[in-house]
């Protein structure tokens, strides 16, 4: 117990290190570099024992060489942040170690879960909130439960002869949807040249070519729609599909519309913002997770359905030795068998423990606290020398460096503009000094995507990340 | 910060209290008691935040209404125990709070995963510890990629096609195997008719069924074995199906042998018990899980595979904002693509930290005596009055009450002893005292599952199991 409190020691210095903008966000080395033993720090595992001394230098040494994504200025991915109530939380489930596929040996947080799961789909707008759901290994898995469920909702022979037993079916999704779309086609054997890919038009609607779709070609035969996502919050730009138009859509075809909202499914906490994501009770299935933009611990994300029991058909294989019939209590609280999944992890813990805390209000302003400062940031730029960007909730943009402005636009300046970003970025990790995403997307070359999703990052670290940009890339 | 401590506090004392024997296991209550509000304990979320104070409480509260699977006399599960320096492993990790899918956010943790991997692929005994493989959550999902990758590699073109593309394909594994092979046929659109379930003879092998069925069904037009299952530790009875046997036939074939050793791949840290999987060599993937036999917190699953290339190739689908080509450092070292998850938790810490600190050797030790209990239980109970059980390496056994004992073996006596175990099994938990698994299979009424993973465990608590089975039994 003196070892586990000594860890304690070593995590709470980190904590308090990490909110102090002094420290790096990170002291990069290569791969090989860490493979060779930095200072000491052996990787490799061994037949003999280590000293517990020795267990604790390796825990520094850990921490030492990772990355601070609780940071201020750590704005690379779309989690970001270090809730303490949600830590907490999270070390209380280590210490319970315990499995959510039964009620038998997770009561407390199998009801927890429940409850929650009915708040959020309340919060979809879904009637008293029924329907189903359940947490889930990430937005990836979330997503492929979604279409899983079309398939057994509508074929749910498939289950049992295999996709043999249905047409040709067909997905669609937006191009700029997550590529978890395209993974669960791939692995649940649709084939990925069965999703289509939609066009988004320059307010980024996908839903008239939708309509165009179902015009032309519905009529080919042997193709038969399935399944519609409609992205809200597109994980490059934070752009969100008009789910009412697709709505209307599925509707007059019979076609499951599902609403990944991974990302921006946390505007539904606010009033304010969630305007963006009318029409999300009219979808079948809704992805939306938390540990994004509301700043939960990873991971945490649930796949929301909105007829019951479509899950447990889909998914039911009713293990004998796990789902007893002749149990004590009440066995429709057991939730393994509509997973995919056998054992699964508690994650709704530190979630449920952070509402407790903050209140669903509490939730609403971190949200709009959120949104404010990629306002500021895009004020900040829009008329700024140097930068272009194209206007997102994500505030996505190029900073172009003194030298290729005076360039007219053509190849040559596209080439090298390609190269801006990535120079930067390896330039911000070698100082560790701030760390933020970039990427190519469509004809655009590399440019920076800026998300906040992190209570503790104030305006000044906003600032700090544009004059970061411009020491840096001011030569190139 | 003050208020991590606080809870500190609070899971310390609990850890404490798990591991003393005059604890209960659990404080049983149903399902609509605990939604009514034990105590004061409301498991309803608000608009308003709760006070800090509050929060512990909750924190407490939680804890009280929940299950010490870490407990001496929780048997309940294959996973149980509290190891120490894997819960201060798993700690650090919620602390890091970071994801996996690229080195980029979690350098130390790839490279941990990285060499964790190749020392359970040279324990296997593939040459050199060459091959693949990945953490994954839970040993269904890695049996499911076991599926996947099987498909990859016979018919690639299913990825992008569909299972269209492919001839009615079979997937084989015994009846006693583990569920998340028959879900991962859902899943993956095989369709669960088309996987075959063969019989286990006395010495439950399914090979030689395997056999009959290639000399006899295989010539039937359109049938296509793709992937033999063979388990390494069944669930219920801990039984281990003759990998070179079945590895024989897979080879004559050209079909993909996939080892589930999720429960018993633990064994192949120990030189006295690893026999029982010999020929695991020769598969083509091996699923093993840590939190299980092996005592792991949850979760901590590996899936390995024999051919490099293959996890990337079937589920790679290169997104541009995650898996740049254009980073500063080696992208070989990114595992995200190679997942059917976006995000992944970080699972290796903790097993990587327990590694270190026990060395190869620690876990053997820890391995040959979880089995040397069971071996004491055995031996215990073979010749006792009033149990009856098949030889296994889960010790499973029917406990008969004297009023059941002097009758008639028959349809009476069967179905009065199928209720013996689940009466036996709430009386614990109403008392508290201790959990173990019971279940029916096949034509055997319920009957319990004894198995040991919890390094905490001694005979003595073995002793208490059989006093307690019959203190709450003897009068049904």
Request: with cysteine.
């Amino acid at each position: 117990m003196q070892f586990l409190l000594e860890v304690v020691d070593i995590l709470t210095n980190y904590v308090r290190k990490t909110f102090d903008r002094s420290t790096k966000v990170l002291d990069f080395h290569h791969p090989h570099q860490l493979l060779e033993g930095m200072e000491g720090f052996n990787l490799e595992l061994c037949d003999q024992p280590e000293s517990l001394e020795q267990i604790l230098v390796d825990c520094r040494d850990t921490l030492k060489y990772g990355v601070r994504t609780g940071h201020p200025r750590f704005f690379n991915q779309l989690s970001s942040g270090l809730d303490i109530i949600g830590l907490a939380g999270e070390w209380l489930t280590s210490t319970a170690n315990t499995n959510m596929f039964t009620y038998e040996i997770a009561p407390v947080f199998v009801l927890m879960e429940q409850l929650t799961l009915k708040k959020m789909r309340e919060i979809i707008g879904w009637p008293n909130g029924e329907g189903d759901g359940i947490f889930s290994p990430g937005g990836a898995i979330s997503n492929m439960y979604s279409v899983m469920v079309a398939r057994y909702k509508h074929y749910p022979e498939v289950k049992i002869k295999g996709m043999a037993a249905a047409p040709r079916l067909v997905l669609f999704t937006s191009e700029h949807s997550h590529y978890s779309i395209k993974k669960a086609s791939a692995v649940l054997g649709f084939g990925t040249e069965n999703l289509i890919l939609l066009k988004t038009d320059e307010s980024d609607s996908c839903a008239c070519y939708l309509v165009k779709w179902f015009c032309c070609v519905s009529a080919v035969q042997g193709f038969m729609p399935v399944f519609v996502n409609a992205t809200a919050g597109s994980t490059v730009y934070g752009a969100f599909d008009p789910i009412n138009e697709i709505a209307d859509i599925c509707e007059k075809y019979n076609i499951w519309l599902h609403v990944d909202g991974a990302w921006g499914g946390g505007l539904l906490m606010s009033r304010k913002h969630r305007h963006k994501l009318n029409g999300v009770e009219r979808a079948n299935s809704v992805t939306w997770n938390p540990h994004k933009m509301m700043g939960v611990p990873l991971q945490c994300s649930a796949i929301l359905v909105r007829e019951k029991g479509l899950l447990q058909g889909c998914n039911s294989m009713c293990a004998g030795y796990l789902f007893q019939p002749d149990k004590q209590y009440d066995v429709t609280y057991d939730t393994g068998d509509k997973a995919i999944q056998c054992g699964r992890h508690v994650d709704i813990f530190k979630f449920w423990l952070m509402w407790k805390s903050k209140g669903t209000i509490g939730f609403e302003k971190h949200i709009d606290r959120c949104l404010e400062l990629s306002e500021y940031l895009y004020h900040k730029i829009k008329n700024r020398e140097g930068y272009e960007m194209p206007q997102h909730t994500n505030v996505c943009f190029w900073y172009i460096p003194p030298s290729l402005r005076l360039l007219p636009d053509g190849e040559e300046k596209r080439q090298r503009l390609h190269k801006v970003a990535p120079k930067i970025k390896a330039m911000m990790m070698e100082c560790g000094t701030t760390m933020v995403g970039y990427q190519p997307q469509g004809d655009k070359v590399n440019f920076f995507r800026m998300v906040v999703s992190n209570p503790a990052v104030t305006r000044s670290d906003i600032d700090f990340l544009i004059d970061e940009i411009e020491r840096l890339g001011q030569d190139l």
